[in-house]
């Protein structure tokens, strides 16, 4: 072959060589474009599912305040004392409760109020998981530490947490008598 058959040769291979370059770029630019319309399909239902989750999460934080508020007399009656409230809100929304032991009520008027509220079942839940969580700090001793109150947390799976606090210093200094 004479040199300008093997250019000729060379020219050709570089031609085809560019022209698939191009073919390729342009397949590129298409198959980058469908995948950004894709991605942009898929960031668009992720937002309206995102949007739905944080309206189920608000009607069910709605459904759980009004039972909350509902709970509250039957709480008061069977002898506790709402000290605050505090709301989380995310995924899923949780209402906190803490509350303090007021006036002592007998076991017969706590049952006597569970046969009353029977069919509202987040109050007698909150109800008998205060009044056994009270009964077990009242059991439970800590060196130093006495009862300060329970918190009841609403939410995926409800926990009732047991409190406890420092004695007063001078309660802890006083004579015994």
């Known amino acids: 072959m004479s040199d300008s058959g093997l250019f000729r040769a060379a020219k050709q291979a570089t031609e085809s060589v560019a022209a698939k370059a191009s073919d390729l770029a342009q397949s590129a630019t298409g198959t980058g474009g469908a995948l950004a ?15 739905e989750v944080k309206e189920m999460g608000l009607a069910k934080l709605s459904e759980a ?5 509902a709970a509250l007399p039957v709480l008061r009656e069977a002898g506790y004392v709402l ?3 505090s709301i989380k809100l995310g995924l899923v929304p949780q209402v906190s409760a803490n509350f303090s ?4 009520v007998p076991e017969e008027r706590v049952d006597a109020l569970l046969a009353e509220h029977v069919g ?15 009964k077990l ?27 406890f606090g420092p004695i007063a210093e001078d309660a802890v200094l006083a004579p015994v008598k």
Do not use: C, H, W
């Open 65 to 69: 305040l009004a039972d909350f508020n």
């Open 101 to 104: 032991a007021g006036t002592a």
């Open 137 to 163: 700090q009242s059991k439970l001793k800590i060196s130093g530490m006495r009862p300060s109150g329970l918190s009841v947390e609403i939410g995926l799976s409800p926990q009732v947490t047991v409190k």
């Open 37 to 51: 319309d894709l991605a942009g399909g898929v960031k668009d239902q992720l937002l309206d599912a995102t949007t």
């Open 83 to 85: 000290e605050g409230v």
């Open 120 to 134: 509202r079942r987040l109050t007698t839940l909150m109800v008998k998981s205060v009044y056994n969580a009270t």
